[in-house]
């Protein structure tokens, strides 16, 4: 189950999303979400769903690598579902003891589980295409305006950078202390609610411990390089564009203004 969490993960490919400046990534995942959560008839759904699925071509990253991150939120979209659907006062489709379903609470939750279904598979991409390093390059370049009132740019890229790069890390040493916690007798599966929060106190206090002490190694490392944040600093790889990144954002800018001249006319 841990090892099927794809956030923060880079998936390493030849493709012309990976090719791509981290900055139009970025730009063209914002603009993603914009148009996503505008999306509001079975038209403009479908315009987001071919676009999605011609990046995912694109991108050289298999369809079942990004669905299986799905699997580890699966109870979430169940509950935001099941929530909107029961919830959602409308004119009444179905009634049973306490529950009702209405045909606004019908829509919505589809509705909301397709948007989180996704918006999950669409921003995944961004860091499968992207390494933890040009994000940070790109989050620092996108936001740099931010510097003039004061704003930690570079700093906060950086918290960010580090936190998607400890995702892949604390999954697998996780998953480690539950193999070791299990080879002792630990049963993390059966028994109620109450009990499996019980026996994840075995797992939680190792998982911690090892946490802060990649912490404590990496503040280390850091001070033994001198780093003492991003004034100042140049950059190995400056970022760059290219005549594909132009491309790129006349085709995002394509899109975008497609997207909101249908939803005019519908």
């Not at 919830?87 to 939750?109: H, M």
């Not at 669409?122 to 940070?136: C, D, Y």
Request: glycine share 6%.
């Amino acid at each position: 189950m841990l090892r099927e969490i794809t956030l923060g993960q880079y998936y390493p490919a030849d493709s012309v999303l990976h090719s791509l400046d981290p900055r139009v990534k970025l730009f063209s995942t914002l603009v993603f979400i914009i148009t996503l959560f505008a999306a509001n008839n079975v038209v403009l759904f479908a315009i987001v769903l071919v676009t999605l699925f011609g990046i995912i071509r694109m991108s050289h990253v298999p369809f079942s690598f990004m669905v299986k991150g799905l699997k580890s939120i699966v109870m979430l979209l169940i509950i935001a579902g099941l929530f909107n659907l029961f919830l959602t006062p409308g004119r009444t489709l179905v009634s049973f003891w306490i529950f009702s379903i209405s045909d606004v609470g019908l829509k919505n939750a589809v509705l909301m589980t397709s948007r989180m279904i996704i918006l999950i598979i669409g921003t995944s991409i961004l860091t499968l295409t992207t390494t933890p390093n040009q994000l940070t390059d790109g989050l620092e370049k996108s936001l740099g305006f931010l510097k003039k009132v004061g704003v930690p740019v570079h700093e906060i890229s950086m918290m960010m950078s580090i936190a998607l790069r400890f995702i892949p890390i604390l999954i697998e040493e996780t998953d480690k202390i539950m193999k070791a916690q299990m080879a002792r007798g630990a049963d993390f599966e059966t028994g109620g609610l109450i009990k499996k929060a019980k026996n994840m106190v075995p797992l939680l206090v190792p998982l911690f411990v090892s946490a802060f002490r990649r912490a404590n190694d990496l503040s280390y490392a850091m001070e033994a390089r001198c780093y003492n944040g991003g004034e100042g600093r140049t950059k190995m790889k400056p970022l760059k564009y290219s005549s594909l990144d132009q491309r790129a954002y006349i085709c995002i800018a394509a899109y975008t203004i497609g997207f909101f001249v249908v939803k005019g006319i519908l």
